[in-house]
């Protein structure tokens, strides 16, 4: 690759690796549980059906995106991602100002833990089957996100498969560490993850709906920098005043 | 059953999580288009504006936020 296809690649690349690690560490928690209740069996054989299922939708829509004509493709995607993306960090930003709390791995795993004893002692029969579907639901939830990113920012710039592949190693990344350690990985810095990809989203979505209505970005692929610590330095100063004590006097 | 409504859920809830947020974004997408498109302005001006109006957005979106989580 060369250095101006890897402006665009380590960005779109790092984006799917740091958003995989959030969600992955959320539905770890939940795949943990149902482990530790039923066993490896029932949540490796959910997890595995969950990621081949959206193996099988990025490895279905990407190539199809493909077909679609650049500009008009980079304005949908634009579109979509910053609505995600201001999303994200809406919320990540909401959470670094103590505005609402941040997610507790801990509680988590004993909230999903607790579901499941309930749903396993109502129905004696099937309590594989109810422990792997839990666990596959909460990776294909988990993971619906993760593939929304990894087509949006890998298929315009053909990067799909490097994207994909960044994104898998961060699932490979945390289900090692995950089975290693055996217990909730409460010590990850999801928020501050987060914070990281909604910055990252929200720069593709402002660099690629301004290309996909015909705006020539000084600097082409660069000015995605300067998008992604403007939207960090905005985000970082709206936390800060959340933070102060006047915002609650305000109210 | 019950999965499918949990996947149609989470994939609304990724893009219409705030209405507000939302609109406002496709407002001022639309807002750049009729610019650049229609009104033929100078497109990196357009993208000034589209930069400006995201951050715009976004803080807005968050100071009402925790205005109205602390209120509640």
């Known amino acids: ?90 919320k990540a930003i909401l959470r670094a100002a103590g505005t609402i709390p941040l997610l507790d791995e801990d509680a988590i795993f004993a909230a999903e833990s607790a579901q499941l004893a309930e749903a396993t002692g109502q129905r004696r029969v099937s309590l594989d089957w109810i422990a792997g579907l839990a666990a596959f639901k909460a990776v294909l939830l988990e993971g619906l996100e993760v593939a929304f990113i990894v087509i949006a920012v890998g298929a315009g710039r053909g990067l799909l498969w490097p994207v994909a592949l960044g994104a898998l190693a961060a699932c490979l990344a945390v289900l090692t560490v995950g089975v ?41 692929d660069v000015a995605l920098v300067a998008f992604a610590a403007l939207f960090l330095g905005v985000g970082l100063m709206t936390a800060s005043v959340l933070r102060r004590p006047s915002m609650e006097i305000a109210q | 059953m019950s999965i499918i409504v949990d996947v149609a859920k989470e994939l609304l809830g990724m893009f219409l999580a705030d209405a507000r947020l939302t609109t ?29 109006g995201c951050l715009a957005i976004l803080v807005e979106a968050t100071l009402r936020e925790a205005r109205h989580r602390r209120a509640s």
């Open chain 1, 1 to 90: 690759m060369d250095p101006a296809t890897w402006s665009v690649a380590a960005p779109a690349i790092g984006s799917a690796f740091l958003a995989s690690l959030v969600e992955v560490v959320e539905a770890f928690t939940i795949i943990l549980a149902v482990s530790t209740l039923r066993g490896w069996r029932p949540a490796a054989l959910g997890t595995v059906t969950a990621l081949a299922l959206l193996g099988l939708l990025i490895v279905l829509l990407g190539p199809l995106l493909d077909r679609v004509s650049l500009h008009l493709l980079q304005l949908i995607i634009g579109v979509l991602l910053l609505l995600f993306g201001l999303g994200w960090l809406r």
């Open chain 2, 24 to 52: 406002a974004t496709l407002f001022l997408v639309a807002i750049v288009a009729v610019l650049i498109v229609a009104l033929r302005i100078e497109p990196l001006l357009g993208g000034g504006v589209l930069l400006l």
């Open chain 1, 180 to 220: 290693i350690v055996h217990k909730p990985l409460a010590k990850v810095p999801e928020n501050t993850l987060k914070f990281g990809v909604g910055v990252m989203l929200s720069a593709f979505g402002v660099f690629w709906t301004g290309e996909g209505l015909g705006i020539d970005w000084p600097g082409q």
